[in-house]
C-alpha cells in the first residue's frame, strides 16, 4: 500500500512529529469551522425560508379577506337593486340626516307613509339614495352597517293607539314636517 504523503514526508525526515500533529489539528479546526459555518449557513436559510412562509401566509390572509369583503360589497349591492322602491321626481320631497346633514329624496305619499312607519328604509349606494324594505334593510345591517342611512323604528297604525291625548284631535292633510 502507498503511505500518505505526511508519512512519507516523516519517514524522510523532512518533517518531525510535532510538525505532523500540529498540521493534523489545524487541518481538524478547518473542518469544524467550515462544518459551522455549513450549519450557519443552512440555519439562516430555514430562517429566512420560514419568514417567507409566514409572510405568504399574512398576504393571502388580507386577500382573502379583501375577496370576502368584496363579496360581501357585491351581495349588499345585489340586495339594493333587487329591492328598491321607486322614487318620484315630481313627488314630495321626504328630508332625512346622512352624517349631520340634511339629504332629500322625493317620494309618493304612499312610500312617505311606509317610511315614517317603519316599513321602508333608507340606504346609500354610490352616493345616492334607495328606499328598500326594512326585512332587506336588517339583513343588510348583519353584512354591513354602512349603507344604512336611516331605519325608522315600526309603529302601529295611528288610530289603534288608546293612550293618545290627542287622539280626539284632527290632524290637517296639508301639514309637512
Known amino acids: 500500500m502507498s503511505k500518505s504523503l505526511q508519512d512519507q514526508l516523516l519517514n524522510a525526515g523532512l518533517v518531525n512529529k510535532n510538525q505532523v500533529k500540529k498540521v493534523k489539528s489545524e487541518k481538524r479546526k478547518q473542518r469544524k469551522t467550515k462544518a459551522s459555518a455549513v450549519d450557519d449557513i443552512k440555519q439562516s436559510a430555514e430562517q429566512a425560508r420560514l419568514e417567507k412562509i409566514a409572510r405568504d401566509k399574512q398576504l393571502n ?6 375577496a370576502e369583503r368584496r363579496a360581501i ?46 316599513k321602508l328604509a333608507i340606504v346609500r349606494l354610490n352616493n345616492t339614495y334607495e328606499l328598500i324594505p326594512t326585512q ?8 354591513d ?15 289603534s293607539n288608546e293612550d293618545d291625548p290627542y287622539a280626539d284631535f284632527q290632524v290637517p292633510d296639508d301639514l309637512m314636517w
Do not use: C, W
Open 61 to 66: 390572509q388580507q386577500k382573502q379577506q379583501e
Open 73 to 118: 360589497a357585491a351581495q349588499i349591492k345585489q340586495l339594493i337593486e333587487m329591492n328598491r322602491q321607486p322614487q318620484e321626481k315630481d313627488g314630495e320631497p321626504y328630508h332625512f340626516n346622512d352624517n349631520n346633514r340634511v339629504k332629500t329624496v322625493y317620494v309618493t305619499e304612499a312610500i312617505r307613509q311606509q317610511l315614517t312607519q317603519g
Open 136 to 143: 332587506v334593510a336588517e339583513k343588510i345591517s348583519q353584512r
Open 145 to 159: 352597517a354602512g349603507y344604512i342611512v336611516q331605519i325608522n323604528e315600526r309603529t302601529a297604525d295611528s288610530g
